[in-house]
């Protein structure tokens, strides 16, 4: 950070050396006090629904689809809107009846004692049975109407209490059950209180009572022939159940071995797949899981073509089949297959239900269960006698259920195959259970990714201690992240995404403890060299520069933090804004990934520029004691390791130097033509595919619940199931409600409120007239598919004219009701008429049985200024509307049409349709009235706008990153030729990374989406290195320049990027696919932007570097306060430390052991004042061929 280099910071460097153990206790006890209060204020994350907050919020089709979700949630019992005027009417009665009683007797008189003394008895009975007595009551309303088309032929006699209620009574007063013992032993007299009880509660009871018996006597028990055909019947001693069902487990199984591509259905595959059954059955919890027998404790028996060839041939283990059984439903499928093919069969036939087969291929369900369930869709075809089963199902009476867990781990463990056949896929509804259980089991190896990061810090270090806190300080930066995150900004969804976050700021939490520790150990290098006696130039702030004894603890951490802290602030700024503009995005989940892993990058710098510093001064206070001459043997072998490695390193560095050197035009050429053709791929061919299925693949693809997912379409019992694949786009049209979406777009299970259009009317007559010219308009466009039926509810507005032409008296009625002024009239209907008798059209509509129920037509909510009404007619008991004065309002308007667009996932296919049809209505929307241009378009388009977003959202994202990222570099390096090669080398680093997932098969999803925003921060340090040290290089000429940039940090880029990919190798080894997916984009991306920075921005700068200040800015400031302290020196005396200031601890003894070959400091990245650097002559190796320029460079003026 910029302010370390003001004076200000001295009072801080002196806490960090003179009070590191104030410091870390106190940085400690905070992070540990966040974390349990970020634990106790909230949950734990839920990660049950691991594609939670996939949605789109926040776009215009993202809005719709709220305000579309909030408006059905709305709609008909769950809020405040009707789509039938007479259960509006019913819960307006229902309520006025429970909360004013409307019928007083005057004979009856209560007197004020006991008014008063049942008062606050009332009030309590009340309050305690309001909620669940008003829904079931009403509940019981809603049945009554709908059930009114099934009378049973009971009494519609009122019994009272003496009748069928005697012993037991419908009531929902003390417990859930509505069938309870009555209490009341005294005769009640229908409306009269005859004992000394509430009378509002009695009422209150025999209303209930009364609607309840309504109900009762109107509604048909489920014993008819209908319903008994939905009811799965057994077959006696052999299947539990009649037909196999979807909500069984079930295994897919296929032929293996020499003849893999033999046919299952033969006598050998037969007998295989019933030996599998039982090594399926053989599991030690399958008898805890599974559905007995009802005579026996023995489990059903699965439903399979083993045992289906076994009832056939009425034999009782499918273990005794030969040829000729195999050979008899061979013959059966055969001769009945055209009649499934014509789909006269079903598994529900009966007399009501009528299949139109032969007996022999009704018997048992057999024919239809076989084909439909076991087999795949190319078992057998048309006309043709040869049959081939590739893949056959095996249905287990197990429940498809996330507590059969335990019983999949057993499957697990045993081997499910045999020498012909193997299971290679199942469906157990097990998908989001075992993929929260792998979520928190497979992050031991982010554990083992952390180890063998500490592992390298230690030994580059060679303190354990040092390692020990670089590991707390990356955990309590997740902390304060959570706490952060949760208590901070008060999100209330984490999703499983961001624990991603652990493997990513592992790899930068040690990038930057490397880097601290490196200037760290080149400031102690520097001060105890054989060469300490020169002069060089002052990095110290001027108060520590002219102190008396400048070797002390305090001016080393102070001239280390000026370096390091501005180091690590500038990855940290280019890293957490990549992650910050993930914000950008309109989908939840990456939202969310953005701010929390943004602010672990923060939190971490956080503790890397206070817990580090305070715990390099503690590890030299604590260890300076301890020295002794005789070292131990673990640091010898510490130190000798440390030897061969940095030797290692010095060759690795001097080759990788000298190829730059040489070859720089060759680099240059490879890696522009490696960036052109990934620039293609990315853009042209193949291109970075959007997904192209809705379904989020959890797994790896060789899982068998993946598997699954991708053969479960051969099977035809799956294919009615399959996204809708047979369903044509609906296209609707909504009025009255504003697409608004005010909810929490951090939170999916927030939408918001439902937010009416108060300019909308529809009962206007240019309203009127328009709607119905915008029905007959849709029907002449080419996307409109002609939908046949009687009484639609598609376009309201033509029944209700329809409905409006019928006679006001009818002659054939012989109740002789006068339907004025609902009939004979005119359109367009004045508006009163429309408000009046548009609920009766619509009521009247509900009660035709061949009305076709839908989400079109008007909504209606009461008037909250007039009475609510309701007469109850004595020939059918059902509710009409009272003609006196309208009741009910319009408050929103569906119009719904198909489309001849047919359902698909391909983003081109529903974007063409999308925008066909809304710039289509934009044009007649744009006619309509006033009252009527709130009005907009929704379809089936989630899956759409997660892939409309995804595709703009990402460049959103990238340009963000990038220009956040070409701002840190104008603003350290202050050089635009710099800026603009580094930004040129970042662009190239993304095109290689995406070219190589795309090559890899990744699809633009959610995941990948954070992965190549991501990739801007991550890949952008490097070349922030490069570029900033070649721009602080004390030599002005661009060879010598390259050189020093090289000599200097290729081992720490090296080392960080070694040991994050590492981290993310380790990942790849985990079982579900977000870790893997994380795993392989960290090896990709620090592989290729190492390269890169190294190979391509070095090469760059060497052949056509800024050289002798060209382009090369400052800041006014600053050029001051370096002219303020030109030709400020101070000389190092090292007879004049002071002796009780001890610094030469296990690490910094080691440091001056190596003084005379460290050759590789790290220098100021945003000065250009120098520490002087150790000469050739003094290293362990030749020092490199420079110009005259560079090597003078490095002396300074005595």
């Known amino acids: 950070m910029l302010c370390f280099d003001s004076e200000k910071m001295n009072w801080y460097y002196h806490v960090l050396a003179r009070r590191p153990y ?109 909620n ?108 539990c159940d009649s037909s196999p069902h979807k909500a069984y487990s079930h295994f897919v199984v296929k032929r293996i ?65 030969n040829a000729d059984d ?90 499910l195959r045999n020498e012909l056949v193997e299971v290679v896929a199942m469906d157990l509804g097990l998908e989001n259970e075992l993929f929260s259980e792998l979520l928190l089991t497979d992050v031991w190896l982010v554990s083992l990714g952390g180890l063998f990061v500490m592992a390298c810090v230690w030994l580059y270090t060679g303190s354990a201690f040092i390692t020990l ?103 940290s700024v280019t890293t957490a804004g990549a992650f910050y503009a993930s914000y950008s995005s309109s989908i939840t989940a990456i939202k969310c990934f953005g701010i929390f892993a943004g602010t672990v990058v923060v939190t971490n710098y956080l503790l890397m520029i206070t817990w580090l510093p305070a715990s390099v001064s503690i590890m030299e206070r604590l260890f300076a004691s301890r020295m002794s001459c005789q070292q131990h043997l673990s640091q010898k072998l510490l130190n000798a390791c440390k030897k061969s490695i940095n030797r290692f390193c010095e060759l690795f560095e001097k080759r990788i130097t000298q190829s730059i050197m040489n070859y720089a035009y060759l680099w240059l050429f490879i890696f522009a033509i490696l960036g052109t053709l990934s620039a293609i791929i990315v853009f042209w061919y193949p291109g970075l595919q959007l997904p192209q299925k809705p379904d989020f693949q959890l797994f790896v693809s060789s899982h068998p619940f993946e598997v699954y997912t991708r053969l479960k379409h051969l099977f035809w019992f799956e294919k009615p199931l399959q996204g809708v694949e047979n369903f044509n ?56 598919q002609a939908t046949f039926g009687f009484l639609l509810p598609n376009c309201f507005i033509e029944n209700f004219i329809r409905f409006m032409e019928r006679r006001c008296i009818d002659d054939m009625d012989r109740r002789v009701l006068d339907r004025t002024p609902c009939c004979e009239a005119q359109f367009p209907y004045e508006p009163h008429i429309f408000e009046q008798c548009l609920p009766q059209c619509i009521s009247n509509l509900y009660e035709t049985s061949f009305y076709q129920h839908g989400k079109a037509g008007p909504k209606f909510a009461a008037v909250p200024s007039r009475s609510d009404e309701y007469t109850e007619s004595n020939s059918n008991e059902s509710l009409s509307i009272e003609t006196t004065s309208p009741q009910l309002l319009v408050k929103a308007i569906i119009i719904e049409f198909d489309s001849t667009t047919a359902y698909s996932t391909l983003y081109a296919n529903i974007k063409l349709f999308y925008e066909t049809v809304e710039n289509w209505f934009q044009q007649q929307i744009s006619t309509a009235p006033a009252e009527l241009r709130g009005g907009w ?69 959610v995941l990948e989406s954070i992965a190549v925003s991501t990739a801007i921060g991550l890949a952008v340090d490097f070349s922030l ?25 290729i081992g720490p880029t090296v080392m960080a990027a070694a040991t994050t990919a590492f981290a993310g190798g380790i990942m790849m080894a985990s079982n579900i696919l977000p870790y893997i997916q994380i795993g392989v984009f960290l090896v990709v991306i620090m592989a290729t932007s190492w390269f890169y920075a190294t190979f391509f921005l070095m090469s760059l700068l060497k052949v056509a570097g800024p050289q002798y200040g060209f382009m090369q800015l400052g800041w006014p400031l600053l050029r001051k306060r370096r002219t303020a302290k030109v030709n400020k020196f101070y000389e190092r005396k090292p007879s004049r430390i002071i002796a009780t200031e001890q610094l030469l601890t296990p690490t910094s003894s080691a440091i001056v052991e190596m003084a005379n070959s460290e050759t590789h400091e790290l220098e100021s990245l945003n000065s250009s004042n120098q520490i002087k650097t150790i000469s050739g002559t003094e290293s362990g190796h030749a020092p490199l061929s420079l110009t005259e320029n560079f090597e003078h460079s490095f002396q300074t003026p005595h």
Request: hydrophobic share 40%; glycine share 4%.
């Open 22 to 130: 104030l410091v870390v206790v106190s940085i400690a006890v905070y992070c540990v006090a966040c974390i349990i209060v970020a634990f106790i204020l909230n949950d734990l994350p839920d990660f049950s629904d691991p594609t939670l907050g996939f949605e789109t919020r926040g776009t215009e089709i993202g809005k719709r689809l709220t305000a579309w979700h909030n408006l059905n949630q709305e709609i008909d019992g769950n809020g405040i809107l009707f789509s039938n005027p007479s259960d509006l009417l019913q819960k307006i009665q229902y309520e006025k009846t429970r909360a004013v009683p409307r019928h007083q007797h005057p004979s009856h008189r209560r007197h004020k004692g006991q008014s008063r003394k049942h008062k606050n008895n009332k009030r309590r009975k009340e309050q305690k049975k309001n």
């Open 132 to 239: 669940e007595h008003s829904d079931v009551a009403y509940n019981m309303m809603i049945i009554n109407k709908r059930l009114k088309a099934t009378k049973s032929p009971l009494s519609d006699k009122w019994m009272g209490d003496s009748g069928v209620f005697r012993d037991f009574e419908v009531t929902n007063d003390s417990i859930p059950s509505l069938l309870e013992p009555t209490r009341q032993s005294e005769p009640i007299e229908y409306g009269h209180n005859t004992t000394f009880v509430d009378e509002d509660e009695h009422r209150e009871r025999v209303q209930t009572k009364k609607s309840t018996w309504r109900m009762l006597k109107q509604a048909s028990l489920p014993f008819d022939g209908l319903s008994n055909s939905r009811v799965r019947q057994p077959i006696e001693g052999f299947f």
């Open 257 to 321: 071995g020499p003849n893999a591509t033999d046919s299952l259905f033969d006598l050998n595959g037969i007998l295989a797949m019933c030996q599998l059954q039982e090594q399926i059955g053989a599991a030690p919890s399958y008898q805890a899981f599974c559905e007995p027998e009802m005579l026996s404790t023995n489990c059903c028996r699965p439903w399979s073509l083993p045992n289906y060839v076994t009832l056939l041939a009425n034999k009782s283990s499918c273990f005794d089949l």
């Open 326 to 415: 195999v050979t008899l439903l061979h013959s059966l499928l055969l001769s009945c297959y055209e009649y499934y093919h014509l789909l006269k069969l079903d598994n529900n036939c009966n007399e009501v239900n009528r299949c139109y087969a032969p007996e022999e291929c009704l018997r048992n369900n057999l024919v239809f269960n076989v084909l439909n369930f076991l087999s795949d869709y190319s078992f057998i075809k048309p006309n043709d006698t040869t049959v081939y089963l590739r893949y056959a199902m095996i249905f287990v009476p197990v429940t498809r259920s996330n507590r059969i867990l335990p019983l999949f781990h057993e499957w697990q463990h045993v081997p």
């Open 469 to 571: 806190m670089s590991c707390c300080a990356i955990c309590f930066s997740l902390g304060l992240a959570y706490f952060a995150y949760t208590v901070v900004f008060e999100f209330n969804f984490f999703p499983y995404m961001n624990l991603l976050a652990i493997v990513v700021i592992i790899g930068i939490g040690a990038d930057d403890v490397f880097l601290f520790l490196k200037i760290w150990q080149c400031v102690l290098a520097e001060r105890f060299s054989k060469s300490s006696t020169l002069n060089t130039q002052s990095t110290l702030p001027t108060p520590l520069e002219h102190n008396e004894h400048t070797e002390t603890l305090e001016n080393l951490m102070a001239l280390t933090m000026r370096h390091a802290a501005a180091s690590m602030f500038v990855t």
């Open 729 to 784: 786009m609906s296209m609707r049209f909504v009025w009255g409600v504003q697409p608004l979406d005010d909810g929490d777009y951090t939170n999916p299970n927030s939408y918001g409120n439902l937010h009416y259009d108060n300019n909308f009317n529809i009962s206007s007559k240019p309203a009127q007239i328009w709607l119905r010219r915008f029905c007959q308009n849709i029907r002449q466009q080419p996307f409109y």
């Open 937 to 1005: 378009f929704i379809s089936d388009l989630k899956f759409f706008n997660v892939q409309d977003t995804l595709s703009h959202d990402t460049i959103t994202a990238i340009i963000l990153a990038m220009g956040a990222s070409l701002v840190v570099l104008l603003c350290f390096t202050l050089n635009i030729i710099i800026s603009i090669y580094a930004v040129i080398t970042v662009s190239l680093t993304i095109f290689n990374t995406v070219a190589v997932l795309i090559l890899l098969g990744w699809q633009l999803n």
């Open 1025 to 1049: 290195h490069y570029g900033i040290h070649y721009r602080l290089s004390p030599s002005k000429e661009r060879n010598a320049a390259t050189q020093f940039v090289l000599s200097r940090i």
